[in-house]
């Protein structure tokens, strides 16, 4: 049974959050303060945090960027707040996903499955006896280890940034457009959610371009979308 912590000081969302989530089978725990939510989730095993951003004792931006320096689990990001900036930071601090309040519970509940099935299916690949490796022009993508070497010196990914480099990277040439990226890595539609691909291609390139405002990597192919040349 996969193990979801809710950091959430509003407890009659968090307790909605909680029930939804039981009735798929999901052990859940909330945490209605940012410092304890992050001693939480450092010191036990969870599978998915939902993270709000408004939170007493500590922010969800701080929560974030100290859980991601520490662990790979998937964040799923949520808050009231309806700015861009606030969203294009999350991602920026290796959030997973985005929600904007109000949303469904059942949205939530279609989002953590996505994040999870996908976070499983990666991990899975460890079992394989031999490393599985793509490399193109100095970048050395180690898939089974989920390692990436720019010119041998290893770089550090968050979960979305490796899975959006390598399906690029395995589909060199090809022009992607947002939603198509959108659709590939997250398992979702990318219906207000651009800033997520944008933000990830971004924070990329900041790791594997030696100049990021001429890439010879990854490429912005303007009015359409994005291609890894060779």
């Known amino acids: 049974m996969s193990k979801i912590l809710i950091i959430e000081d509003e407890e009659t969302i968090a307790d909605l959050e909680k029930d939804y989530l039981e009735l798929s089978d999901f052990e859940v725990e909330i945490c209605n303060t940012g410092d304890k939510g992050l001693k939480m989730a450092l010191e036990n095993d969870v599978d998915l945090i939902i993270l709000d951003l408004m939170l007493p004792g500590m922010d969800g931006f701080e929560v974030c960027r100290q859980i991601?320096?520490?662990?790979?689990?998937?964040?799923?990001?949520?808050?009231?707040?309806?700015?861009?900036?606030?969203?294009?930071?999350?991602?920026?601090l290796g959030a997973d996903d985005y929600m904007t309040k109000?949303?469904?519970p059942s949205e939530l509940v279609a989002r953590v499955k996505a994040h999870l099935a996908r976070y499983e299916r990666l991990v899975g690949m460890n079992a394989k006896p031999q490393n599985d490796i793509v490399e193109i022009r100095g970048i050395r993508i180690d898939k089974t280890a989920r390692r990436v070497y720019v010119n041998g010196v290893e770089k550090n990914f968050t979960t979305k940034e490796f899975d959006l480099l390598t399906f690029l990277a395995e589909n060199p040439n090809h022009v992607f457009t947002k939603d198509e990226l959108f659709r590939e890595i997250w398992d979702m539609d990318s219906i207000g959610d651009i800033a997520t691909v944008t933000v990830h291609i971004k924070k990329i390139r900041e790791k594997i371009e030696e100049d990021n405002s001429n890439p010879k990597y990854i490429e912005t192919i303007w009015g359409v979308g994005y291609r890894f040349r060779v």
């Open 68 to 92: 991601r320096e520490a662990k790979n689990v998937p964040i799923l990001m949520v808050s009231a707040r309806k700015d861009d900036i606030d969203k294009i930071r999350g991602l920026g």
């Open 102 to 104: 109000p949303f469904s």
